[in-house]
């Protein structure tokens, strides 16, 4: 906290030793029940202590406010995946009363200028550079000083940028799948090299070491997108290389793998266990049975973009920090002990 | 086509004898199956003899014209759903050199007069009002005429609106069924009461009466959501009512009956047909067996509606025609005849 700065949400999170998340659901009188009610109490406290008023400073005590904030998306807004990332931009800034304006530009650079121009004209007070998935970007110019990253980094760090925790999720995954007992993991991989397709590989290989099993590279596959790539790929591994469980790179790669180890006469989790990544709604939740998997934080980065953005307009950050979002573990039915027959 | 009017992008369509999304098709060179190069060649003579120049038109030959449009929505771009709509647009905009501004009022009447407010200061050129489903929605004021609601309609015929043929739908996906035949079909329908459970239950009883089947209402059952209530009632319909299909409100529900079915040891389509609606990525295309369902023509109707807005805009027309997209099935392999013993 510095003299003279107005109170953030994230000084009344480090006083109450708790993420700037957990208070904005506590003062926000969201119900949320990972939030006991001794965490409640002590984050309603630093909040009095600290005089912090969200709306107060939201609303703007500097001129020229707006109370406008722009998201410019490359693809986001039209794929499933941007539901709760904008979802919550969107609740951040209606409880700071601040209106949101979407642009998607869908990659196209004059789009793009032509967006930031419209946006400069309307003197909104920031920007957050949304990406489809997590990559490296390079952000058009004309975007002033207040803006946030989401799902994705700049080459240099000039900006925050907050991206999902995926080598952290993938070693996850995998320690679940040790814990259950597995030593012969095959992990399917996405064919293309992608920021997510390398740190997930990471995270795989990390896990191993930690319980002492030697990556081989033999247990890894890449798969091009699509159900039967997917589902060949969980056949050959378990039958050439003899996995007995599989980490996927994605949940729609595990259906998959379902799909083909089915069709083998092979059942989940009694044959193969099988732990997917994204927790994608409708893809997950309705496998039969229920997959395993690592919920990439979409909500959570969102949240964190726009509060990161709305403390930069207040000036209350200037540090281009970047946040890797952890990636949580949402246990279901496909993951099970090997069989006792080693197959 | 009047005269000293622009021509329109419908003008063309009629005299091509083909529907504006066509027209679009061939004018954008967008490749595309259903279009067969004699149609591609009529659409481009058409276009010629009415010397029909689209982006000249788009751009602007009015005054005051910024080359922006609004998106207001309730829900809709932070849902799954919202994607082909939302893109649709997107692409109508960019090829007229239009620049689209998204908002999404959560349903709230304060924040959706704030986006008017804001979106009339900017000068828009006209607004697109979509909903999340197939709704009668009161709009806000201030929006001026240049409005078209999407996936919804006003309760008097004011604006231009475009709605899925929920029924139309629903009747072929019973068709199909009938088509294969069984004569005994059940029906999951959505618990809640809306204008797309109205209008599918009336396909269903259209399809039968057709086929000279009698409406039994035993054989309908209305399921709350999730999958247990699906797969409970799909049980039921079969074991209680002799079923040897069923028609589901949505997709998600035919997965729930999937899941039902085969806890009972019956597998689709051999011992009992299923047939959804939607065609939800990864849901329908990803099921095991994938599903036969009915697409909502979520991208044509964005199409329809970011066309029918440029032509307000371009003064070619004032009707408030109410466009119902046709809803087409989608074979795959959730359907075949009835077992043989008639179970």
């Known amino acids: 906290m510095r003299a003279g700065q107005p109170v953030t949400i994230r000084d ?10 957990t208070v904005s659901l506590v003062l926000n009188n969201v119900a949320d029940s990972r939030v006991s009610a001794a965490t409640a109490e002590r984050v309603r406290a630093a909040a009095s202590e600290l005089a912090y008023a969200p709306n107060l400073v939201a ?24 539901s709760r990332m904008i979802g919550a931009i ?46 490296v970007v390079d952000l058009p110019p004309g975007l002033g000083s207040n803006v946030v990253v989401l799902d994705g980094r700049t080459r240099r760090p000039r900006f925050p940028a907050v991206v999902p925790d995926d080598r952290g999720g993938a070693r996850a995954a995998v320690t679940e799948l040790l814990a259950h ?7 399917v991989n996405d064919y293309s090299a992608t920021v997510a397709a390398d740190l997930r590989l990471k995270g795989y290989r990390d896990a191993l070491r930690e319980h002492g099993v030697r ?22 591994l378990h ?3 003899g996995v007995t469980a599989l980490f996927c790179f994605n949940d729609r790669v595990a259906i998959g793998a379902y799909h083909g180890l089915r069709r083998h006469g092979l059942a989940v ?38 509060e990161e953005l709305i403390e930069r307009i207040n000036g209350g950050t200037d540090q281009p920090r970047v946040c890797e979002m952890p990636c949580e573990l949402v246990r279901r039915g496909s993951v099970g002990p090997p069989r006792a027959d080693g197959t």
Not at 113 to 135: E, I, K, M, P, T
Not at 276 to 286: I, K, L, W
């Open 59 to 82: 609303r703007g005590l500097r001129r020229r406010r707006t109370n406008t904030i722009a998201v410019l998306s490359d693809e986001i807004a039209t794929t499933p995946f941007a």
């Open 269 to 306: 989790p009694r044959d193969v266990s099988v732990v997917g990544f994204d927790d994608q709604e409708f893809v997950a939740d309705y496998a039969d049975p229920p997959l395993t998997t690592v919920a990439l934080p979409h909500y959570a980065m969102g949240q964190w973009a726009a």
């Open 215 to 236: 990556f081989d590279k033999r247990a890894v596959r890449n798969a091009e997108p699509g159900l039967e790539p997917s589902a060949e790929a969980a056949v050959r």
């Open 90 to 135: 969107q609740d951040v800034a209606m409880r700071n009363g601040l209106l949101v304006f979407m642009v998607n530009t869908a990659g196209d650079p004059e789009t793009e200028r032509s967006a930031v121009v419209a946006f400069n004209q309307q003197q909104v007070d920031g920007f957050v550079y949304a990406c489809l998935y997590h990559r």
């Open 181 to 187: 007992g597995h030593r012969r993991i095959g992990f």
């Open 239 to 241: 039958e050439d290389a």
């Open 12 to 21: 009344v999170a480090q006083r109450a030793g708790v993420s700037s998340a």
